[in-house]
Nanobody, 123 residues
Framework: QVQLVESGGGLVQAGGSLRLSCAAS????????MGWFRQASGKEREFVGT????????LYRDSVKGRFTISRDNAKNTVYLQMNSLKPEDTAVYFC????????????????WGQGTQVTVSS
């Protein structure tokens, strides 16, 4: 089992920044691909980004490219999501997830999930 706990969400004005953290425990963190997803009210959960086990590469959804950056610190068992130039449409609950297999953007293939943290961007 892997336990994931997100933090860092909050209320921010459009154009502002937030940094989300996801702390992992339970298994060897570096064995897992880590992903960030979000779910806006009344909508399906969607892929935001994912980062390789080593942290050497990452994938992002088109709408956040150039604004969001995923990083990880395997020594601290933590993955981060730096969000800059936030827009009202980024408002959602953000989840981190862990996957023992290969890179994927599909939430259904992730094995473990955190409880989520709310991000609200005001216009």
């Amino acid at each position: 089992q892997v336990q994931l706990v997100e933090s860092g969400g909050g209320l921010v004005q459009a154009g502002g920044s937030l940094r989300l953290s996801c702390a992992a425990s339970g298994r060897t963190f570096s064995n897992y691909v880590m992903g960030w997803f979000r779910q806006a009210s009344g909508k399906e959960r969607e892929f935001v980004g994912t980062i390789a086990r080593s942290g050497g590469s990452a994938l992002y959804r088109d709408s956040v490219k150039g604004r969001f950056t995923i990083s990880r610190d395997n020594a601290k068992n933590t993955v981060y999501l730096q969000m800059n130039s936030l827009k009202p449409e980024d408002t959602a609950v953000y989840f981190c997830a862990a996957r023992a297999g290969a890179y994927t953007t599909s939430p259904g293939y992730y094995d473990y999930w955190g409880q989520g943290t709310q991000v609200t961007v005001s216009s």
